[in-house]
């Protein structure tokens, strides 16, 4: 099992960037995919959610209106569009999958980073 994120870096404040997770070694269509992110002294914070189809997304109060979660079944990716990003959005991006509301099973990647700042 394999989760790859891609896509981070350094951007200036109310720029875009759009964070890519390439799955392998599991069902991509079966599993519940997530965006979390953590900064040093912070708790793991979840940005965003989709469900295996895609059909129900949910997103931190933070990031509501700003980004956006999806997935191409076709390539088993989990995309993360960032706009109008702000320097309190700077962290390690995460994906995450996982199977069922009782996550039998729970998949990380390596993690990206993401720095906003002029």
């Known amino acids: 099992v394999q989760l790859v994120e891609s896509g981070g870096g350094l951007v200036q404040p109310g720029g875009s960037l759009r964070l890519s997770c390439a799955a392998s070694g599991f069902t991509f269509s079966r599993y519940d995919m997530s965006w979390y992110r953590r900064t040093p002294g912070k708790e793991r914070e979840l940005v965003a959610a989709?469900?295996?189809?895609?059909?129900?997304?949910n997103y931190a109060d933070s990031v509501k209106g700003r980004f956006t979660i999806s997935r191409d079944h076709a390539k088993n990716t989990v995309y993360l569009q960032m706009n109008s990003l702000k320097p309190e959005d700077t962290a390690v991006y995460y994906c995450?999958?996982?199977?069922?509301?009782?996550?039998?099973?729970?998949?990380w990647g390596q993690g990206t980073q993401v720095t906003v700042s002029s």
């Open positions: 989709s469900t295996s189809a895609g059909g129900s997304t």
């Open positions: 995450n999958a996982y199977l069922g509301p009782s996550r039998v099973f729970d998949y």
